[in-house]
């Protein structure tokens, strides 16, 4: 089970609708599979999706860093070793999802290698999620409209509304909306991206007091020590960090400093070894957590997944798994699908997905 090649292959495919949000957009997924071989013939496989106006990654970036960084540092080590793969990239700061594909691409390799599910070898808590949709920037007739399709059509009844747009009031009347049309069956939370200032959050959040909102994530600038501090201290909704908080030391700088109240496990950015880390801080200071979605093709919602579903902390609340029903198309040779609000954990070994390699040479952006 020795790694004897690391690839990592850019792709793009568009998005039929694309997500607009405080800190960027996105219209396409470019992002890139990252591929490990071992000596044994097996392949494990992962995907990197880059965002330059969170992580400062891009596609190029991450095809640089995996091939002529990480693959040497790791080649000849055995799939085991999986401390000491984490290790030796941790050598390199930055680099969160480059660093997280590799790890979970070993992961898949290792499950497939042992004949085991990714999630049973991490926990095998259920095997299933249920599933919350991330609606973009739109109008509030249009956004509501999209929740009700995602409802009459995948049974989704949780929803993360991005905000952050000024006036603040565009938001408040879609998150208004949404509760108007939607009932008070469903689940709703908002996400900022950093958008709003500490007082605008404070007046935003005050103007849809009475709407029963889940959490309020990341709606202002990490660097805003004070003003975080400041809104958290007031805010009747837990305040979930995301951005902020995106390892273990970050995540113990925003809750011991009283900047975050819950935090949002992703692993498009920080892959098994480092999601398990802080899953189990939060666990030991008694934090709710949340699976994030990073804008993942369906592999990235597979590895999503394959973590939520391990643990039952992480598979207590609804998951953001389903914005890859945006994209026009995919690599996998078999299609994730979202049915009664619940998407299941892949079954087989490793992630229990495969690439479809005709569509891989399709989407490939290297020639």
Not at 149 to 173: A, C, N, Q, W
Not at 245 to 265: F, N
Not at 339 to 345: C, F, K, M, V
Request: hydrophobic share 40%; glycine share 8%.
């Amino acid at each position: 089970m020795k790694i004897t090649r690391v690839e990592a292959v850019p792709f793009s495919i568009p998005y039929v609708k694309p997500l607009h949000f405080a800190s960027g957009e996105v219209s396409a997924a470019e992002h890139v599979l990252v591929r490990v071989h071992t000596d044994d013939g097996v392949v494990g496989a992962a995907e990197a999706p880059p965002r330059p106006f969170t992580y400062g990654e891009t596609q190029a970036s991450i095809v640089a860093v995996v091939t002529s960084i990480f693959a040497p540092a790791i080649l000849g080590l055995s799939l085991l070793e999986r401390e000491r793969i984490h290790a030796r990239m941790s050598r390199t700061v930055g680099n969160p999802t480059a660093k997280a594909a590799v790890d979970m691409a070993v992961w898949d390799a290792l499950g497939q290698s042992l004949g085991h599910n990714v999630s049973d070898l991490l926990g095998g808590w259920t095997d299933h999620m249920r599933v919350s949709h991330m609606l973009g920037f739109d109008t509030p007739e249009r956004m509501v409209e999209e929740a009700t399709r995602m409802r009459e059509e995948h049974g989704i009844t949780t929803f993360k509304v991005k905000v952050g747009r000024r006036p603040f009031s565009l938001d408040v009347d879609v998150c208004r909306a949404l509760r108007a049309e939607m009932g008070d069956d469903v689940e709703l939370y908002v996400d900022g991206n950093r958008g709003w200032t500490a007082e605008e959050s404070a007046r935003a959040m005050r103007a849809m007091a009475d709407l029963d909102l889940l959490f309020a994530e990341e709606l202002s600038p990490a660097d805003d020590v004070l003003g975080r501090r400041w809104f958290v201290r007031r805010s009747e909704v837990p305040v979930v960090a995301d951005e902020s908080a995106t390892r273990p030391g970050e995540v113990t700088r925003e809750l011991l400093g009283g900047s975050a109240d819950a935090i949002s496990i992703k692993t498009a950015r920080s892959g098994f070894t480092e999601a398990r880390r802080v899953l189990f801080e939060c666990e030991g200071l008694g934090v709710p957590v949340i699976m994030g979605n990073q804008i993942d093709g369906q592999l990235g919602s597979a590895c999503s997944v394959v973590f939520g579903s391990a643990f039952e902390a992480t598979s207590r609340r609804a998951g953001e798994l389903s914005n890859f029903l945006d994209m026009s198309d995919d690599l996998l040779t078999e299609p994730l699908v979202i049915a009664d609000g619940r998407l299941r954990t892949p079954d087989g070994p490793g992630l229990g997905v495969r690439v479809d390699e005709d569509k891989l040479t399709r989407y490939r952006q290297d020639g």
